[in-house]
């Protein structure tokens, strides 16, 4: 399978927090995410698994890097551990600091949205994707961004 043909990897929305995003994985500082599972049932889909790899696109939608996850657990929220947390790249120093962030997005609208409740809310039982990964290309165009 060639990497136009592998499943794409979008980090948050389009614009500045996937800007943000996609130039921490591209320096390397991010190297885990994370994921609602209610996410891919209401989107038809199975979660990713260890040993897949994804092509990663930047705001408009362009591939900057293929990725393979190396590690995929499914952690009630309540349980998530520190060094998920510190491996995101996104300057949280704890676990508390990333919940509030995390539940700040997974409560916006958009979010919401996409999972047809407009009144969702996350709780410490809520099963959260934890995915780790590295980076396994970078188009030629894309390392200066």
Request: aromatic share 4%; proline share 6%.
């Amino acid at each position: 399978m060639t990497d136009h043909e592998l499943p794409r990897m979008e980090f948050g929305f389009p614009g500045p927090l996937r800007d943000r995003l996609v130039a921490a994985v591209l320096s390397g500082a991010k190297t885990t995410t994370s994921a609602l599972m209610l996410g891919y049932a209401a989107e038809g889909e199975s979660p990713p698994e260890a040993g897949q790899r994804l092509v990663v696109v930047d705001s408009h939608e362009v591939p900057v890097a293929t990725i393979e996850l190396t590690d995929v657990r499914v952690v009630r929220l309540a349980d998530m551990d520190l060094q998920h947390v510190l491996d995101e790249g996104e300057g949280d120093e704890s676990v508390a600091q990333w919940r509030a962030g995390h539940e700040e997005m997974w409560h916006s609208a958009e979010v919401r949205g996409e999972l047809g409740d407009p009144d969702f809310t996350v709780d410490d039982d809520t099963e959260v994707l934890a995915k780790r990964f590295r980076v396994v290309s970078v188009p030629t165009a894309s390392k200066s961004i």
